[in-house]
C-alpha cells in the first residue's frame, strides 16, 4: 500500500498493492513482519499531537573512529512524527537535556513524555533523576514504561527496527557528523514522504503540529497549592516528617516537597514535585513506593 501510494504520487505506474506484494515476494524483498497471517495487534494512540512524546536510546554501534555512536529518539505518539534522531557521544543527562532544548524550543513542550526506567532518566532504585525532575519543573508529565517491557514504547521501538533495517545496517559510519548526515535524511524522508500503515497511509509530518505550550528560557519557580506540608529534601534524598525519616530522591537534594494525604489511607502520604506524584509513604510501615 506504501508503494502503491508513492508510485501513484510521484506519477509512476499505477499498481494495485497486491500486485506490489507479489513482486516484492517474488524477489525475496518481503519483510517477514508483513507476512499473510500474522497477528494483528491493536493500536492506541492519544488524541492530539504533544500530548504524549515516547522517548528512548537506541542500541549503541561503533564507528570506524574507534567512538560509539547512541541514537537518541522522540517521536510524537499521536502522529508518529520523529521530533529527534540525534547521533549523540554517550547517555548522560547533559548529553541529552542539550538535545531536549532544542527540540524544545523548536516544537514547543508537550503534555507528557514515556520513557524507560534505565539511565539517565531513571534507574531500578532512583525512578527520576536530575534529568526526568528538569522535566518536570517544565510541567512534562513524566512516565516510566514497565521494567522489561519494551512494548510500553511500542512506536518508538517500531521507529528503531525501521532506522535499523532502512539506515543502520547500510553503512560503515566513520564519524558522528557522517552519521548526523543519514540521519537527517532519513528523518526527513520518514516524516516528509513515506506513508505510514497506522496512519491510514497519510504521513507523518500531516498529523503533527507544534505545541502552543513555549519552551522557558528560566525554569519556572516552584510552588505548591496552600494546605499541603512542605519539606526540604536532604543530604542522600532523605526527608524527615513526623518523627519518621525516608528516601525518595537524592536527585531533589536541597528542593522542597509536598506531602498531600490519601483519602483512603489515613497513614499513607503522596510525594509531590511539582505537579508530580514521585512517591507514595506509608506512616505505619516507614514504607517507601514510586521512590528509594
Not at 574507534?66 to 534522531?85: G, I, K, W
Not at 566513520?174 to 537527517?184: K, V
Not at 513555549?214 to 526527608?239: H, N, S
Request: glycine share 6%.
Amino acid at each position: 500500500r506504501k508503494l502503491a501510494r508513492l508510485l501513484a504520487e510521484e506519477g509512476g505506474p499505477r499498481l494495485a498493492p497486491s500486485t506490489i506484494t507479489s513482486i516484492l515476494r517474488r524477489a525475496g524483498l518481503l519483510d517477514a513482519a508483513v507476512a499473510p497471517g500474522q497477528r494483528a495487534w491493536q493500536r492506541f494512540e492519544h488524541i492530539a499531537p504533544n500530548s504524549l512524546w515516547q522517548m528512548d536510546f537506541k542500541g549503541h554501534f561503533p564507528l570506524l573512529d574507534q567512538s560509539r555512536c547512541h541514537p537518541l529518539t522522540v517521536l510524537d505518539d499521536h502522529s508518529r512524527f520523529a521530533l529527534l534522531l540525534q547521533a549523540c557521544a554517550d547517555q548522560r543527562g547533559p548529553t541529552v537535556q542539550q538535545a531536549l532544548t532544542g527540540v524544545f524550543r523548536r516544537y514547543g513542550l508537550p503534555a507528557a513524555m514515556l520513557m524507560d526506567n534505565g539511565s539517565p532518566w531513571g534507574d531500578r532504585d532512583l525512578p527520576f533523576t536530575a534529568l526526568s525532575l528538569w522535566l518536570v519543573r517544565l510541567g512534562i508529565r513524566v512516565s516510566h514504561g514497565r521494567p522489561y517491557h519494551p512494548q510500553t514504547q511500542g512506536k518508538d521501538e517500531r521507529f528503531h527496527r525501521t532506522l535499523k533495517f532502512e539506515v543502520l545496517r547500510h553503512f560503515n559510519f566513520t564519524t558522528f557528523e557522517h552519521c548526523q548526515r543519514e540521519f537527517d535524511r532519513f528523518r526527513d524522508c520518514y516524516n516528509l514522504r513515506r506513508p505510514h500503515d497506522a496512519l491510514n497511509l497519510a504521513t507523518p509530518a500531516s498529523r503533527y503540529r507544534p505545541s502552543a505550550i513555549p519552551f522557558p528560557e528560566v525554569l519556572p519557580p516552584i510552588d505548591y497549592p496552600p494546605g499541603l506540608e512542605l519539606r526540604k529534601v536532604q543530604a542522600e534524598g532523605w526527608v524527615s516528617y513526623r518523627g519518621h525519616a525516608f528516601r525518595v530522591c537524592k536527585a531533589l537534594r536541597g528542593l522542597p516537597i509536598a506531602l498531600r494525604p490519601v483519602p483512603e489511607a489515613d497513614a499513607q502520604r503522596e510525594v509531590l514535585f511539582c505537579h508530580q506524584v514521585i512517591a507514595r509513604i506509608d506512616l505505619n510501615q516507614d514504607h517507601v513506593t514510586g521512590g528509594k
